[in-house]
């Protein structure tokens, strides 16, 4: 059982990037597929999420309006649009899964501090680096 990110690379800012989340081994069904961030020497932080099933999305306040969270069903991919990087996006970003929402989440902004342990199973990782 695997989920597995791709996508990330090292990029200037401004560009775009889209990273991507199959699962490997069992199907997101009705669980919760999460983006989650980890910038260099900070702890982990919602990026944003979207529930397969209805298309429920949700994401953090800082990202919210300039991230995109997409799923296609047929191949089983969610995928997050990050257009215009920044320096604060270089982080190693994970894809996630929970069988409930990670945080809480009110008009599809969550607040909150992520817990690893608010989630059932991590993929490795993507690396995203913004830099000039």
């Known amino acids: 059982l695997q989920l597995v990110e791709s996508g990330g690379a090292s990029v200037q800012p401004g560009e775009t990037l889209r990273l991507s989340c199959v699962p490997s081994?069992?199907?997101?069904?009705?669980?919760?597929v999460s983006w989650v961030r980890q910038a260099p020497g900070k702890g982990l932080e919602l990026v944003s999420g979207?529930?397969?099933?209805?298309?429920?999305?949700y994401y953090a306040d800082s990202t919210v309006g300039r991230f995109t969270i997409s799923i296609d069903n047929a191949k089983s991919t969610v995928y997050l649009q990050i257009p215009d990087l920044k320096s604060e996006d270089t982080a190693l970003y994970y894809c996630?899964?929970?069988?409930?929402?990670?945080?809480?989440?009110?008009?599809?902004?969550?607040?909150?501090?992520?817990?690893?342990?608010?989630?059932?199973?991590w993929g490795r990782g993507t690396q995203v680096t913004v830099s000039s």
């Open positions: 996630a899964v929970s069988r409930r929402l990670p945080l809480y989440c009110d008009g599809g902004i969550c607040r909150g501090e992520i817990q690893r342990s608010s989630f059932d199973f």
């Open positions: 081994g069992f199907p997101f069904g009705n669980k919760f």
């Open positions: 979207i529930h397969p099933p209805g298309g429920m999305q």
